[in-house]
């Protein structure tokens, strides 16, 4: 009897914070801010309820109401939490100076992001003057095929990792599956990668490591632009630059060049 009753405090839990969390995983999923009627219809809450779940969430934080548009998206509040639970604070306060002068330099929108059990998330961001719509924004997961995703396949070698490329290279035909594992091989040699984002259209990017003194990728430097502005070779001079800005700020985590 006592252990039934164990067993069934286990299970036990509360509906309301399962379809809290639930719209937060949908509009997290999602990738971009969601209007009320498409909460709605993906989460077939009553109307009335779904008011509720999403003021309440509003006014906690986790998530944010544009008062313009009235779309919905994950607010500061989770974006403070995830960014705790992947202990990046320290990294991102280092690493911002340098995003402010490769931002300068390369006039490009300039992210930095972190691994995270789901992939790589994007934790800062520097726009660029045009102000760019990339598709993706700070706490979007990025997919195997962009720069920083190609990055961390390429260098980073945990569980987590194995776990989430054998899920994404499940996704892609054996001949883009067979041409990304080549890729990795070259970026490994380049410490530099580069994509025709799949966030936007006609968005480019070039990405490059961040190490630390065991020689371990930290996070990637993401530079985000239109593709006639973006490298996509090695030689190209902002490439030139890049590496070399990666160096910079690998060192100040100790890493040293053999």
Do not use: C
């Amino acid at each position: 009897m006592v252990l039934a009753m164990t067993e069934n405090k286990k299970h036990a839990q509360i509906q309301s914070l399962l379809v809290g969390f639930s719209i937060i995983d949908l509009i997290a999923k999602n990738g971009s801010p969601m209007k009320f009627n498409d909460i709605h219809h993906y989460t077939n809450i009553a109307k009335s309820n779904l008011y509720k779940y999403l003021n309440t969430l509003t006014n906690l934080g986790v998530l944010h109401r544009d008062k313009g548009s009235g779309l919905y998206s994950l607010g500061s509040t989770l974006i403070q939490y995830g960014m705790a639970a992947v202990n990046q604070e320290d990294l991102i306060g280092k690493i911002t100076p340098f995003l402010h002068e490769i931002n300068a330099k390369s006039k490009e929108t300039t992210l930095l992001a972190v691994w995270t059990t789901n992939g790589p998330m994007i934790v800062k961001m520097i726009h660029s003057h045009l102000g760019l719509n990339l598709g993706g924004q700070v706490g979007t997961i990025l997919p195997i095929s962009s720069a920083a995703g190609k990055l961390f396949a390429a260098f980073k070698n945990d569980p987590s990792v194995n776990v989430w490329k054998e899920s994404e290279l499940s996704k892609l035909s054996k001949q883009a599956k067979d041409e990304l594992m080549t890729e990795f091989q070259l970026i490994a040699d380049q410490k530099i990668s580069f994509a025709q984002e799949a966030l936007a259209p006609s968005i480019a990017s070039a990405a490059i490591p961040i190490f630390n003194f065991e020689r371990e990728i930290l996070g990637s430097i993401i530079v985000v632009g239109f593709e006639k502005s973006i490298p996509d070779t090695i030689e190209h001079e902002l490439s030139e630059y890049l590496l070399i800005k990666g160096k910079e700020i690998s060192a100040v985590f100790g890493w040293k060049e053999e």
